[in-house]
Each structure stands twice: as structure tokens, then as C-alpha cells.
């Protein structure tokens, strides 16, 4: 499909084009009709991300309605959404989801910091930073520990997201911008980590900074990057609101 100018017969320019392909697959389909609904809304709740959006649907249909993402990227996104699903007070949480990938916290609010950190493996062994353990002056900052056990039929990112039926409009746009910037393509089709959910609900671990285990700084390191083995579990303090927020 291309846009063109009636009167010249030039393709309009900055405009994607969508080639498809007859398929007789009933899920591909859906897929494809599952974007586009979900285009139609992100234009219609926040217009200004079109432009982005546009893009990735165009890398999308380029690459065959493949996921292309890396599965680090893709179990990471799993544990933050399914984070988010569980929470007793989703809208809450949605509101302070990181807008960047790049961000140093996946969730931040006024005097609050939460990072959520998953893993496939039955150990509860994550990467850290000295940048996010590090005091932050009047801020809470706290950790959940996920444990996301793969199955061969089970949970992804599209299931989780199409079943957040609670979100508003503009908050299910927002969910589905955030994926989208995180991933680089929409949530119907990420599809290849597969897992428990009803497990992973349970491996959720709300905890401090206390209960990471840290390496001691030597004269001259600026900043450090490890793994630790999670075992204990601090409670946060009551005055942390991500407690009341995640219902753990």
C-alpha cells in the first residue's frame, strides 16, 4: 500500500509503507488487527507520539510481523508489566513508569524510586548498580525481585497487556507507548518469552536497599556494576507508598 499525490502520481514523502503479504494464519491476523486498533487509539488519546509510532509499525511490517527483540530486553519488559498487572492499584503505578528505556529506575514519583529486576532462573540472582543504590535525600528506594519460570504454554507481554482491561484509554496508551519504546515494536507481537504467570505472581519480593549485597568501593572506582544473590528481604518502611501501590 502507498500514498500518492492524485494529480502527479508521486509517493507522498515522510509517509510509511505498509506492504503486506496474504497470510491464511488466523493469529497473524489478529496480530495485525490488534496493532492497528491499538494505533487508532494511541492517535487518539496522545497524538504526538504518531509520529514515532509510525515508524515502528513500518520496521514492523518490514520485518513480517516478527519480533525482532532481544530476549534480555523482552524478560525484563515481562517482569515490569507483570509488576504493573498485579499491582492493587495499577492506574497509580502506570503514572510512574518510566517514559525512557534508558531510565536509571523503572518507577519514580516524588520521593519515590522502584526497580524491578527479573530473572529466568530459579535463583534470584541480579545486576546492580552503585547508581541506584546509592542515597537519594528524601527518597524510598526499593526493589522487587521476579522470578519468571518459561513454559512451553503460558504468559507473554501481548497476553498480560490485552488483559488490562481496567486501564483507561489514555492509560492503556501509555502502557502500550512505553512498550513500544522499550522493545521498538508493539505488545501483540511479543510473543517469544513464554512463562507461569501464576508463579511469577508468587516469586514477588518487595524489598530494600538493605538487602542487596554489596561490594566495597577501593579508592579511585567510581562506579560499579555486579551481581548479587538475593536472599533476604527487608520490608520497606510504611512511609514508602510503592508498598500500598504494589499490594506485596
Known amino acids: 500500500m502507498?500514498?500518492?499525490?492524485?494529480?502527479?502520481?508521486v509517493r507522498l514523502s515522510d509517509v510509511c509503507v505498509l506492504r503486506f503479504r496474504p497470510l491464511d494464519e488466523s493469529d497473524v491476523m489478529d496480530a495485525v488487527a490488534?496493532?492497528?486498533e491499538g494505533l487508532i487509539q494511541l492517535t487518539r488519546s496522545t497524538p504526538g507520539m504518531l509520529g514515532d509510532v509510525i515508524a515502528t509499525m513500518e520496521a514492523l511490517f518490514e520485518s513480517g510481523l516478527k519480533s525482532r527483540v532481544a530476549r534480555e530486553t523482552e524478560v525484563g519488559l515481562a517482569g515490569e508489566l507483570l509488576v504493573l498487572a498485579e499491582?492493587?492499584?495499577?492506574p497509580a503505578l502506570v503514572d510512574t513508569w518510566h517514559t525512557k528505556a534508558e531510565g536509571r529506575f523503572d518507577f519514580s514519583s516524588q520521593g519515590e524510586r522502584?526497580?524491578?529486576?527479573?530473572?529466568?532462573?530459579?535463583?534470584?540472582?541480579?545486576?546492580?548498580?552503585?547508581?541506584?543504590?546509592?542515597?537519594?535525600?528524601?527518597?524510598c528506594t526499593t526493589f522487587i525481585s521476579t522470578l519468571l519460570p518459561l513454559v512451553e504454554s503460558g504468559s507473554t507481554i501481548a497476553s498480560v497487556f490485552a488483559g488490562m482491561n481496567a486501564l483507561t484509554l489514555q492509560e492503556?496508551?501509555?502502557?502500550?507507548?512505553i512498550i513500544i519504546d522499550?522493545?521498538?515494536?508493539?505488545?501483540e507481537i511479543l510473543t517469544s518469552i513464554v512463562f507461569d504467570r501464576e508463579a511469577a505472581r508468587r516469586s514477588l519480593r518487595h524489598f530494600t536497599v538493605q538487602g542487596v549485597p554489596t561490594p566495597?568501593?577501593?579508592?579511585?572506582?567510581?562506579?560499579?556494576?555486579?551481581?548479587?544473590?538475593?536472599e533476604?528481604?527487608?520490608?520497606?518502611?510504611?512511609?514508602?507508598?510503592f508498598s500500598s501501590t504494589l499490594g506485596l
Open 172 to 177: 492503556r496508551a501509555r502502557v502500550r507507548s
Open 114 to 139: 522502584l526497580e524491578v529486576k527479573t530473572t529466568t532462573s530459579s535463583d534470584r540472582v541480579h545486576w546492580f548498580s552503585s547508581e541506584q543504590l546509592a542515597p537519594i535525600p528524601g527518597a
Open 2 to 9: 502507498e500514498l500518492v499525490d492524485n494529480a502527479s502520481g
Open 216 to 230: 566495597v568501593p577501593v579508592q579511585g572506582v567510581g562506579r560499579m556494576r555486579w551481581e548479587a544473590k538475593i
Open 34 to 36: 490488534a496493532v492497528f
Open 87 to 90: 499491582a492493587v492499584d495499577i
Open 232 to 241: 533476604a528481604f527487608p520490608t520497606p518502611p510504611a512511609a514508602c507508598r
Open 182 to 187: 522499550v522493545a521498538k515494536e508493539p505488545p
